[in-house]
């Protein structure tokens, strides 16, 4: 267990060996239709002690890129390649048994439902406590006990008279808390959250993200936050990857991003998002458009059908034809020069983002 482990690495600098590192990652599903190519060449890094923003629109694959770290996916119909290295393992080639060793202890995830995620027919510190069981040696009395321990970790009321309710007795947001519970019980050195607020109000939102932000600092751990908001990962992440039509198309710390983006998706993204300015303003305008076809995906730049600024590129590329390459730990996919970036960024997106 790691629990009184420094955060390694979690200072503001970020350096020291990524303690996961994803690269070139392909999710491709076999399908009637053909290959749906849900993630196609996406690459990240999570340090220890720090949070991972992932961002996109609905269908980018954010979900699908972090199930391939647990090895979530059915093989007879998935084709995952790339590399999967966490803390010096190599996730892809691993064969279940290992990989049912890291669910739930090294690594936890919390699931977009937490329906979905807990059984209906059995109490919750029955549930929180066999997954505790399932890493540790423990009696059923040690794993009640521990139960209870993170059930008041994590703010339920009452922990003692609550570890014998079912699920439906909790409501959307006590939920939550029972998951993050039930995912922290082995004190996780990653915890992938996906979209763990999203169906809660925005007072117990601001409570779970906080809940969340404390039990890092308590146990150290790395943590990967997917996310439609922007307003979530400005409050939560250091870094942060932006995703479009399963790759990233942009990516840096938290505040380079968000302070001067520089990939017209990302520019998009800002100034369709009320919650981040503070207000809901008339001029909020969505991205026009849809995104391309995981089937037969465009062999350019995929956002380039939707892209205000693609008529601006000068020289011999063609964002139709042409794919960007994403380099670096602070880039974005595009090919606009940075000079031609940034003041675009300058006077047309900023001045809508007041
Ligand atoms: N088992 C599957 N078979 C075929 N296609 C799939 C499968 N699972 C996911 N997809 C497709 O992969 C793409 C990425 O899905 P994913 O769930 O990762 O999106 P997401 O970014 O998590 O979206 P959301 O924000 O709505 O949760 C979607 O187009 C989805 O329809
Ligand atoms: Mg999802």
Redesign the pocket.
Known sequence: MTTTSPAAGSGTTGDGAPFLSVRDLR?H?S?EDGV?R??DGLSFDVRRGRTLGIV??????????T?AVLGL??PA??TVSGTIDLDGQELITAGERALERLRGDKVAMIF?DPLTALSPYHTIGRQIGESFRKHRVASRREARDRAVEMLGKVGIPHPRLRVDDYPHQFSGGMRQRVMIAMALVCDPDLLIA??PTTALDVTVQAQILDLLLDLQREFGSAIIM?T?DLGVVSRVSDDLVV?YA?RAVERGTVREVLRAPRHPYTWGLLTSMPRLRGDVGQDLVPIAGTPPS?LAPPPGCPFEPRCAFSTEVTGDVSCATDRPALSGTRDAACHLDPEQKRALFTERIQPRLR
Do not use: P
């Open positions: 999710v599903f399908t749906v849900a993630v996109g629109e609905s269908g980018s694959g954010k979900s699908v890129a199930q996916h059915d119909r998935t977009q996906d979209e997917i439609h995703m399963g995981l």
